[in-house]
């Protein structure tokens, strides 16, 4: 006789409120693309036309995909959108894959090497990224590969106001395995509350429906958060949670039975209802019942994305399947410019290789997907197109080819004044920074004066 599954009340739950939501926004058209033009290779620039986009897109204040580093160097602090805000703990490091992915090893041992970026009080934020734990290595405080804590364990992400907001300040784990059982969005100030009543949201469950972290792969966890309005702490929020791997598939939860700030109601709170930080990753357990295997603990990140404010669940993404709710994997792309009829991106490989078919979505505000878009990832990549090609001498002696055009622009007096105007300003369309890495400074300005025409 086949058992009854204890938690059948809770997804069939989970179903009920996703599909309300979907209900209540069926009224908004969906994106729909009807091109994409450029080269879709990695770091590379495309085009994006259709319609129905929205006219304004994401705040991206931040991705790293950690490409820049070399295995077993300290992770800088400028990341190709954007910049950390700072570290704490042992320096967090670039840890090289098999196949020459780099990553981020924020998770060590029995040491912390937290990854953190402060940013302008929000009440809305859309979060994803790529983790893993490396083959033979372990989940925080457990005796062997492949199998999950006894007790509260990690902390993934950790969003909060002020940098002590962890101890109770508007602090959300995203997501937390906080009770040896299952993943939850839930933190100290337990500002998730459904009928005034604190109550995380469950994200993923080991042997349930919902399950989705796999040992043996790249998982991706994506989360918006959205305040009730106009009242956070009386009015209810929305929350969508995705987990990913190619293992268990794509879970998605959505919430909005649920405050998410609960104001002044501990001795580290304020009545102030904001985000103003988030901490890469947020606390893992050493010195447990398992002690003794702290060593081989360890944790690996890539492709953390963060938008914030409205508009921060619109997005592009690119999957593995014609349906956006089909893909098993998803990478997420850094818009460059928006409007609701074409959009100009920064491709982002992500777990995805040269060579493999893929469809692009855009995801409008309201988490409307387009259909796929089919597109195939090129051979060719942002260090590619920036190489200058070097003529050939020929092997019988005679003159050699003509010089080629060169692929580096020459700079003037005026790309030098866009430099001084935008002095140490981050951003994704600033005109002084001329090498793309998010920030204008002494390295933009090194390569003007490298190509002054």
């Not at 259909?371 to 942002?382: A, K, L």
Request: aromatic content about 10%.
């Amino acid at each position: 006789m086949k058992k009854k599954n204890p938690m059948k009340a809770h997804i069939m739950s989970a179903v009920m409120i996703a599909s309300s939501f979907i209900f209540a926004f069926s009224a908004h058209a969906a994106p729909s693309i009807s091109g994409v033009s450029g080269t879709v290779g990695n770091g590379l620039t495309i085009t994006v036309s259709g319609t129905d986009f929205g006219d304004s897109g994401p705040n991206v204040i931040l991705f790293d995909n950690f490409s820049r580093g070399t295995d077993g160097q300290t992770i800088t602090l400028p990341a190709p959108v954007g910049n950390w805000s700072g570290v704490s703990g042992n320096a967090p490091i670039y840890e090289a894959e098999d196949g020459g992915n780099i990553a981020g090893r924020l998770v060590d041992g029995d040491v912390s090497r937290q990854l953190q970026i402060n940013f302008d009080p929000v009440q809305e934020i859309f979060l994803s990224y790529r983790i893993r734990i490396p083959e033979g290595y372990h989940f925080p405080n457990t005796s062997q590969p492949g199998t999950f804590a006894p007790d509260s364990a990690w902390k993934m992400a950790w969003i909060m106001d002020g940098s002590s907001g962890y101890r109770g300040d508007d602090d959300i784990c995203l997501p937390t395995w906080g009770n040896g059982t299952y993943f939850s969005l839930i933190g100290n100030d337990s500002g998730i509350k459904k009928d005034g009543v604190a109550n995380p949201l469950q994200v993923g469950r080991p042997g349930t429906e919902n399950h989705w972290f796999s040992f043996s792969d790249w998982n991706r966890f994506s989360v918006h958060m959205k305040a009730g309005n106009p009242d956070p702490i009386l009015d209810k929020g929305l929350i969508f949670a995705q987990g990913l791997s190619e293992e268990f598939g794509q879970k998605t939860i959505i919430a909005t039975d649920r405050t998410l700030f609960d104001g002044d109601d501990n001795v580290n709170d304020n009545a102030i209802s904001q985000w103003t930080r988030l901490n890469f990753s947020g606390w893992h357990r050493s010195g447990g019942v398992n002690a003794v295997y702290d060593h081989m603990t360890r944790g690996l990140y890539d492709d953390i994305y963060l938008a914030t404010g409205s508009n921060s669940q619109a997005r592009i993404e690119i999957g593995d399947a014609s349906v956006y709710s089909d893909s098993t994997k998803l990478t997420i792309i850094t818009p460059d410019n928006w409007s609701g009829t074409s959009i100009m991106a920064t491709v982002r490989e992500g777990g995805f290789s040269e060579g493999e078919q893929g469809y692009l979505f855009v995801v409008d505000s309201n988490n409307n997907p387009s259909v796929g878009y089919p597109i195939t990832f090129s051979s060719t990549s942002e260090s590619d197109a920036a190489t200058p090609v070097v003529p050939e001498e020929p092997i019988d002696g005679s003159a050699p080819n003509p010089d080629p055009i060169s692929t580096t622009p020459g700079y003037s007096v005026s790309d030098f004044a866009n430099i001084l105007l935008e002095w140490m300003k981050s951003g994704t369309s600033l005109q002084g920074d001329v090498n793309k890495d998010g920030t204008v400074n002494s390295m933009d300005l090194g390569v003007i004066m490298s190509n002054w025409e």
